[in-house]
């Protein structure tokens, strides 16, 4: 795909930003992306203590990007939801897509103030990150882009779940389409230092299970055979599931964006079938 050319299915996700990857690292992969085409940008208050949503902001400020989306999430509570720290990091007076970080009880109590942000303009549309079918009817018609976990380890979309989001034409955003590296196989041999399974141990209960190292002996069986890597085969999959609107992709430098561009031509249908067993 040329540069430039707006590429919708493929979002950037800015969890590593002040966290894994410096200030000039971070704003290296967002020029690279821009320039890649890419119009949707995620992050949250939470990644890095804050540091995330700061260091796009200063990119904001200085690239004046046009055309594209911003989202971020706030985390529970949500009796007492309060944006202006997103706000002030981002440096936008208003927020493209305010996601709910993760479900809570406390939802029905943080919807009048939601309700409020709308209408006043501070943000322009709702979303809810890693929520069941059950939970997304249950937080109604206000929310219309859910993000939640989806690879070939974790998969966190179902069928039930695509086929409510069509009918109610909510959007689907996944994220995490490498399980954190946990699909390039490196973690094989217990956890790789410095990678978000050390920084994030809470990573490993997400994958560190039978079901997905099943899933990861197939995926590396299949890339032995076909000559393809890992990584390429499990992006590949992620970029290609039906019904998804954006797949988030993170990384530390520009070449693992790259890689994703590279994964989104992949035509080996009977391949991707393969892995999805």
Known sequence: MPENTPSPRIGLGCVTFGREIDEAASL??????????????????AYGGGASET?????LAS?????????????????????TDSLRRLGVEQIDLLYLHQWHESVAQGIPVLQSLLHSN?????????????????????????????????REVTDA?????VANDIAIVTYSPLGAGFLTGKHQNGVQA?????????????????????RLARLE???????????HLALAWALHQPGIDTVLVGGRTPA?????????????????????A
């Open 221 to 231: 069986a299949i890339a032995k055979r076909t000559g393809h890597s890992q990584a």
């Open 63 to 83: 690239r004046k990007p046009e055309g594209i989306t911003i989202a971020t999430k706030i985390l529970p509570p949500y009796d007492r939801i309060d944006i």
């Open 256 to 276: 693992h964006l790259d890689h994703a561009f590279a994964a989104l031509e992949f035509d080996e249908h009977p391949v991707l079938t393969e892995l999805t």
């Open 28 to 45: 290296a992969l967002l020029d690279h992306a821009f320039a890649r085409g890419v119009t949707h940008f995620d992050t949250a208050a």
């Open 122 to 154: 501070q943000i322009k549309s709702l979303g809810a990150s890693n929520v069941t079918l059950d939970q997304l009817r249950a937080l109604g018609p206000r929310f219309r882009v859910i993000q939640n976990n989806h690879n070939l380890a974790v």
């Open 55 to 59: 260091i796009l902001g200063k990119w």
């Open 161 to 165: 779940l695509r086929d409510y989001c």
């Open 194 to 214: 410095g990678s978000r399974f050390e920084i994030v141990p809470g990573h490993q209960q997400v994958y560190f299970h039978d079901a997905a190292f099943q």
